[in-house]
């Protein structure tokens, strides 16, 4: 299965639904085969479902020819180990809300949100890794005095796959991915070892921070291992983002970010200062509820997914005043864990499937929406939105997005970006060279606003409905 005429490097995506490998030229960073495999439901989940994915991702030799390798994982994870490196109990994911109280809790102590922006650029929320840890030494003791260390789903799939000979050292990570714990600062590139203190009672190990093309190690059968780094940094390098450049990302989770030169500290705390894979920063804002909102609106007329685009095409712009709050798994941004869904507007007259399915698709875009103003409001230029993500592909959310974005919309080819910007990575750390390789990236097509305005009243009519309901 090797290609000898090329160098080869592949890319990991361990992200919450599955794992996905991608072999890329490392000159070009043509996808040349690809590999993948599911993981467990849920918002827990032992570490070794991760490895296990990735040994059925890479089955029938997909890593035969490879020479370097680089994992992009889901950020925030809480993968706690006690001193001979075996896990202590399932991992806690990203978008498991049980440290809810705990990162209330964790403000106050603190002295406010405004104290953990100004010392990590994150307001906290309980997505955030510092959060989970108090959580598990309040509510599971026993566990937590096993603790010696703590890292993150990237880091942890990275030292299993150096530990298949004598390439492990040491645990490692990235400044992308430490930067989204709450115990590390972006700006400064250090851990705030005094925060994770304060969460969970004593010290804990770190995983060492590399640059973004120093090696973590090397396989006993020779494959270099790069840094790797969170998914949405992952994600960042992979597009290959220039000014202007704004991705949004519809997964599981719905992400707006873009790639920035300086450290960013939003009062707000919508945005998050998280670093980048590259040395800079990646200021992001992120939502818990994106793609699942159209397979639940689908679900709820009957329908599938490409039934839910023809429905929402078929209903004017603004569903007939019908509005949806898409908070069905609580909400990370705005933070309301503990949020339900809510439609508005609803009359005799707007009540069809039709203007469902329209809701649906506006109210999933319009949180996201008002990331994008987050980002011009602390200077970051936005001329164009790059739409990524699973639900990317729906004709209705390529129609509606433009005029709630307020800017051209590029949809890039259909691929895993998050697995091809850790396969540019490898190929980063493989050359050495000062800057990654210049890969291109294809925009499959571009959609224009209209502008007639259409997207102001969806916008404004759900800024309302937010009001009314929760007070934001």
Not at 64 to 88: F, R
Not at 223 to 232: A, S
Not at 265 to 280: I, L, P, Y
Request: proline fraction near 6%; charged fraction near 20%; aromatic fraction near 4%.
């Amino acid at each position: 299965m090797a290609d000898r005429a090329r160098t080869l490097v592949a890319g990991v995506d361990s992200s919450t639904q599955s794992t996905k490998v991608v072999i890329c030229d490392a000159m070009t960073g043509e996808v040349v085969r690809t590999g993948r495999a599911p993981h467990p439901e849920g918002t827990q989940v032992h570490p070794d479902r991760w490895w296990e994915a990735f040994l059925t991702a890479t089955a029938d030799d997909l890593l035969d020819g490879v020479a370097a390798i680089a994992v992009g994982g889901q950020q925030h994870g809480m993968c706690a180990l006690d001193e001979s490196g075996e896990v202590v109990r399932d991992a806690l994911l990203w978008n498991d809300t049980r440290s809810a109280q705990a990162a209330r809790d964790l403000t106050d102590e603190l002295g406010g949100a405004q104290e953990w922006v100004s010392r990590t650029g994150l307001s906290l929320v309980p997505s955030f890794t510092v959060t989970k840890l108090r959580w598990l030494a309040q509510h599971e003791p026993e566990n937590a005095a096993r603790v010696a260390s703590v890292t993150l789903p990237h880091d942890w799939l990275t030292g299993r796959i150096l530990q298949q000979g004598n390439g492990f050292e040491r645990w490692t990570t990235d400044r992308g991915d430490a930067s989204g714990t709450g115990y590390f600062s972006a700006e400064t590139g250090d851990y705030v070892p005094e925060l994770l203190e304060l969460a969970f009672g004593r010290a804990v190990d770190t995983p060492a921070v590399l640059g973004p093309r120093e090696a973590a190690g090397r396989t006993a059968a020779g494959l270099v291992v790069g840094p790797g780094t969170g998914d949405n940094m992952g994600a960042a390098l992979g597009l290959g983002l220039g000014p202007g450049d704004v991705v949004v990302s519809l997964g599981t989770s719905g992400a707006v970010f873009a790639d920035h030169p300086h450290p960013v500290k939003d009062s707000s705390g919508d945005v998050a200062g998280f670093a980048s894979a590259t040395g800079g920063h990646l200021p992001l804002m992120c939502t818990l509820n994106a793609a699942r909102v159209l397979t639940a609106a689908a679900a709820m007329v009957g329908t599938d997914l490409a039934g839910l685009d023809r429905l929402a095409l078929a209903a004017p712009p603004g569903a007939q005043g019908l509005t949806l709050l898409p908070y069905l798994d609580g909400e990370r941004t705005p933070n309301l864990p503990e949020a339900t869904g809510t439609l508005g507007g609803l009359t005799r007259a707007n009540a069809t499937p039709e203007n469902l399915a329209r809701a649906a698709v506006e109210g999933m875009l319009a949180n996201l929406a008002a990331g994008v103003d987050d980002l011009r409001g602390l200077g970051i230029p936005v001329s164009r939105v790059l739409l990524i993500g699973g639900a990317s592909a729906s004709r209705a959310v390529r129609a509606v997005a433009p005029a709630l974005f307020g800017v051209p919309v590029a949809v890039p080819a259909p691929g895993e970006y998050v697995g091809i910007g850790a396969a540019r990575q490898a190929a980063w750390v493989l050359s050495g060279d000062d800057t990654p390789p210049p890969w291109t990236v294809t925009i499959e097509d571009t959609f224009s606003p209209s502008g007639r305005g259409e997207g102001d009243d969806v916008r404004d009519r759900y800024a309302a409905l937010l009001a009314t309901v929760h007070g934001s």
